[in-house]
């Protein structure tokens, strides 16, 4: 009788083992703000995926995507959620996080030209430079804009947005020196 009680805890342990194992992997694949094409309308969509529900449903091995935001809701939630096709094939590709990212590689800064490393979006994210030369924080560019915002607009160091943003907030405590001829050479 202990031999079986024995099996039958060492079965339920593998089992919650596998199944969470499942569950945290499925968790971390499906997390974060997505980018897809709308199937409906053919434009741009910013989703999110219901990781935490998938996660509870992947421990049991039936695992079911359902998007838990999308821009164009309220107006279209009843959709048929046919862009998650999307994210199952390639979710890290779709990823907003993924994409900035990829977009920032290879770059420098519009102002001081410094060259863009790893990103650290917990200490001192970069931002963006559109055409006017107001520079943006991430957080102000909604989504479903994203493709648009990345084809107009430069990228910008912390150290540079946080400069600009000040002298664009308080002129009257800016004190201009004649910028050499370098200086925002890519905004020319």
Same mark, same amino acid.
């Not at 939630?77 to 996080?97: D, F, H, M, N, R």
């Not at 000040?166 to 905004?187: C, G, K, M, Q, T």
């Given at each position: 009788?202990?031999?079986?009680?024995?099996?039958?805890?060492?079965? =339920?342990? #593998?089992?919650?083992?596998? *199944? &969470?194992?499942? $569950?945290?992997? %499925?968790?971390? @694949?499906?997390?974060?703000?997505?980018?897809?094409?709308?199937?409906?309308?053919?434009?741009? =969509?910013? #989703?999110?995926?219901?990781? *935490? &529900?998938?996660? $509870?449903?992947? %421990?049991?091995? @039936?695992?079911?995507?359902?998007?838990?935001?999308?821009?164009?809701?309220?107006?279209?939630?009843?959709?048929?959620?046919?862009?998650?096709?999307?994210?199952?094939?390639?979710?890290?590709?779709?990823?907003?996080?993924?994409?900035?990212?990829?977009?920032?590689?290879?770059?420098?800064?519009?102002?001081?030209?410094?060259?863009?490393?790893?990103?650290?979006?917990?200490?001192?994210?970069?931002?963006?430079?559109?055409?006017?030369?107001?520079?943006?924080?991430?957080?102000?560019?909604?989504?479903?804009?994203?493709?648009?915002?990345?084809?107009?607009?430069?990228?910008?160091?912390?150290?540079?947005?946080?400069?600009?943003?000040?002298?664009?907030?308080?002129?009257?405590?800016?004190?201009?020196?004649?910028?050499?001829?370098?200086?925002?050479?890519?905004?020319?």
């Amino acid at each position: 009788m202990e031999f079986i009680l024995l099996i039958v805890a060492v079965a =339920a342990c #593998v089992f919650l083992f596998v *199944g &969470l194992r499942r $569950a945290l992997r %499925t968790y971390a @694949n499906f997390r974060g703000e997505r980018l897809i094409t709308c199937p409906e309308n053919h434009k741009p =969509a910013a #989703v999110r995926v219901a990781a *935490g &529900l998938a996660a $509870a449903e992947a %421990t049991f091995g @039936n695992e079911q995507l359902r998007l838990s935001a999308c821009s164009r809701w309220p107006e279209k939630k009843g959709c048929g959620q046919e862009c998650l096709a999307q994210i199952e094939k390639s979710p890290e590709t779709c990823l907003v996080s993924t994409i900035v990212n990829n977009w920032y590689q290879g770059k420098s800064c519009a102002y001081c030209h410094k060259p863009f490393g790893a990103i650290h979006w917990h200490n001192h994210p970069p931002a963006l430079v559109d055409k006017e030369r107001k520079t943006v924080q991430w957080n102000e560019v909604p989504l479903d804009r994203l493709q648009e915002v990345l084809t107009d607009h430069w990228p910008v160091c912390w150290d540079c947005h946080i400069a600009e943003s000040f002298r664009r907030e308080h002129p009257e405590l800016v004190v201009d020196r004649p910028a050499s001829p370098s200086r925002l050479n890519i905004l020319h």
